[in-house]
């Protein structure tokens, strides 16, 4: 049951509100570092916060994924793409949301589906 308790914990929703705001922590650091010619310590906390985020998403997509939480390609664009800009993850989220809605109500809709 491993399984179960992690599936309570870890769910699409909560994935893609992290996702999110590392977007938004990756923003800031590229404001910090562009933008504001480099601010000390505000570039090495959000450098520090973007690199952290981005190692807890990779692993616990790669696991979600494989709880079939999120698809397998979301998970494999969080953990390569991430790194070099999150955005692409959370955009992945948008994506993968609306692909599941829209078989949601294919099903759901009479004479549409199968």
């Given at each position: 049951m491993k399984s179960d308790s992690f599936r309570r914990v870890i769910t699409f929703r909560r994935l893609e509100v992290v996702s999110f705001?590392?977007?938004g922590v990756y923003s800031a650091l590229l404001i910090c570092a562009f933008a504001l010619?480099?601010?000390e310590?505000?570039?090495f906390i959000f450098g520090l916060a973007h690199g952290l985020i981005w190692i807890a998403m990779s692993l616990v997509c790669i696991a979600a994924a494989r709880a079939r939480i999120i698809p397998f390609w979301l998970a494999v664009?969080?953990?390569v793409l991430g790194g070099l800009g999150p955005f692409?993850?959370?955009?992945?989220f948008i994506i993968a949301d609306?692909?599941?809605q829209s078989r949601?109500?294919?099903t759901s809709t009479p004479g549409?589906?199968?």
């Amino acid at each position: 049951m491993k399984s179960d308790s992690f599936r309570r914990v870890i769910t699409f929703r909560r994935l893609e509100v992290v996702s999110f705001i590392h977007s938004g922590v990756y923003s800031a650091l590229l404001i910090c570092a562009f933008a504001l010619d480099k601010p000390e310590p505000a570039t090495f906390i959000f450098g520090l916060a973007h690199g952290l985020i981005w190692i807890a998403m990779s692993l616990v997509c790669i696991a979600a994924a494989r709880a079939r939480i999120i698809p397998f390609w979301l998970a494999v664009t969080v953990a390569v793409l991430g790194g070099l800009g999150p955005f692409a993850g959370s955009i992945g989220f948008i994506i993968a949301d609306h692909r599941h809605q829209s078989r949601a109500s294919a099903t759901s809709t009479p004479g549409r589906g199968r």
